[in-house]
């Protein structure tokens, strides 16, 4: 039987997440994102309302916990032994306030710094030593390491938690994606860092494409479909930088109009690529006078509307840089034509 190098590699790349049928997969800890709560909450706000409305999760969430600080990490602030102690006093908060042993983060960023953290401590158990003594010195709190991903030590992302569960969304879902052509736009702090962790790897990721495939959407390719946002956060917080971030979107979305110019809905799982991917457009039109047109979505966006919950006042449509009424009217989705297109972006 022939072998196909993406069966291969799916095979040493997967993860399992208890689906909402299975032992476990009823109860989860979450922890929220600083990057989204300040430029995009109604992504949270979206998935808190699925999670726990329409997949009946009973989703947990410490009062007390922090930011994981990774962008402080990365931007030369603090160190690797203050990141480890903030990630052991976020798992114990969570596991010992709120009873939960599977913890998931809104935050692809979040995802790959806990995710670290937990490989240091399991490949030097120094360090492990370390961050256990600090913890009970400052914080009086237990040690702690979550299991999720078939019961190995891990955190999962919250899209994830999504695709586990994609064919009971479907089964819920009012609308198709039937005849609408999407691709996928995976987090590099997702699938770059660690593979390993990342369900289908990162040459052949599943997390979001399995979620458009419950939904019916037609998957296309384009040359530049693995190329960072070029969010980075040493180009979005310097002015001096910040071209590197819209001439990274150029690339991509010149990339997939040349091969698919009838493409017109990016699926993502980032804080930073919904964003900027969206918001770079913007930049593109006025310095460029170019304009791509692509919707960018992340996977709690695109399964509300799926779901039936209204696009600007529940999903966050109001928000988007790129209007997302061709792309509403392309699948069939109803909204308030009556009111002009500021008034829809005004729904409260």
């Known amino acids: ?12 790349h997967q993860k399992h997440v208890p ?6 997969g009823k109860l989860w800890g979450c922890f929220r994102s ?25 989703l947990r969430e410490a009062a007390g916990h922090t930011s994981c600080g990774a962008i402080g990490y990365h931007g ?21 306030e709120l009873g939960v042993d599977n913890l998931f983060s809104f935050c692809v960023t979040s995802f790959a710094n806990y995710t670290e953290m937990i490989h240091l401590w399991e490949e030097e158990p120094e ?3 370390y961050t256990a003594k600090t913890l009970k010195e400052t914080t009086g709190r237990e040690f702690w390491i979550p299991h999720v991903s078939g019961g190995r030590p891990s955190v999962v992302h919250a899209s994830d938690v999504f695709y586990a569960n994609r064919h009971k969304l479907a089964e819920k879902a009012k609308y198709s994606l039937k005849g609408i052509k999407a691709v996928d736009h995976i987090g590099c702090h997702y699938g770059k860092i660690f593979p ?18 419950a939904f019916g959407a037609e998957i296309v390719d384009y040359p530049e479909r693995r190329h960072c946002c070029g969010m980075g956060f040493r180009q979005c917080a310097f002015p001096e930088n910040r071209d590197y971030t819209a001439s990274s979107t150029y690339k991509k979305l010149a990339s997939l109009k040349e091969a698919h110019p009838d493409c017109n809905l990016i699926l993502t799982n980032c804080p930073g690529c919904t964003v900027f991917l969206d918001a770079e457009q913007g930049t ?9 047109n692509v919707s960018i979505l992340d996977y709690a966006q695109l399964t509300g509307l799926m779901l039936g919950y209204d696009p600007f006042k529940d999903c966050g449509m109001n928000a988007k840089v790129v ?16 009111k002009t297109f500021e008034e829809r972006r005004r729904p409260f």
């Open 34 to 58: 600083c990057f989204l709560q300040s430029a995009a909450p109604y992504t949270e706000g979206i998935a808190y309302k699925i999670l726990k409305n329409d997949l009946g999760i009973d």
């Open 323 to 338: 209007p997302v009424e061709p792309l509403l009217d392309k699948i069939g989705i109803p909204y308030d034509k009556s």
């Open 127 to 129: 360090l492990r030593e």
């Open 1 to 12: 039987m022939k072998v196909t190098r993406e069966n291969i590699i799916w095979e040493s």
């Open 19 to 24: 689906t909402i049928d299975e032992e476990g």
């Open 76 to 96: 030369d602030v603090t160190n690797i032994e203050t990141q480890m102690v903030v990630a052991a006093r976020n798992f114990a908060v969570a596991h010992e």
């Open 196 to 213: 390993g962790e990342a369900m289908g790897g990162v040459e052949f990721p599943q997390v979001l494409v399995g979620l458009l495939e």
């Open 284 to 292: 593109i039109k006025e310095v460029l006078e170019e304009e791509f």
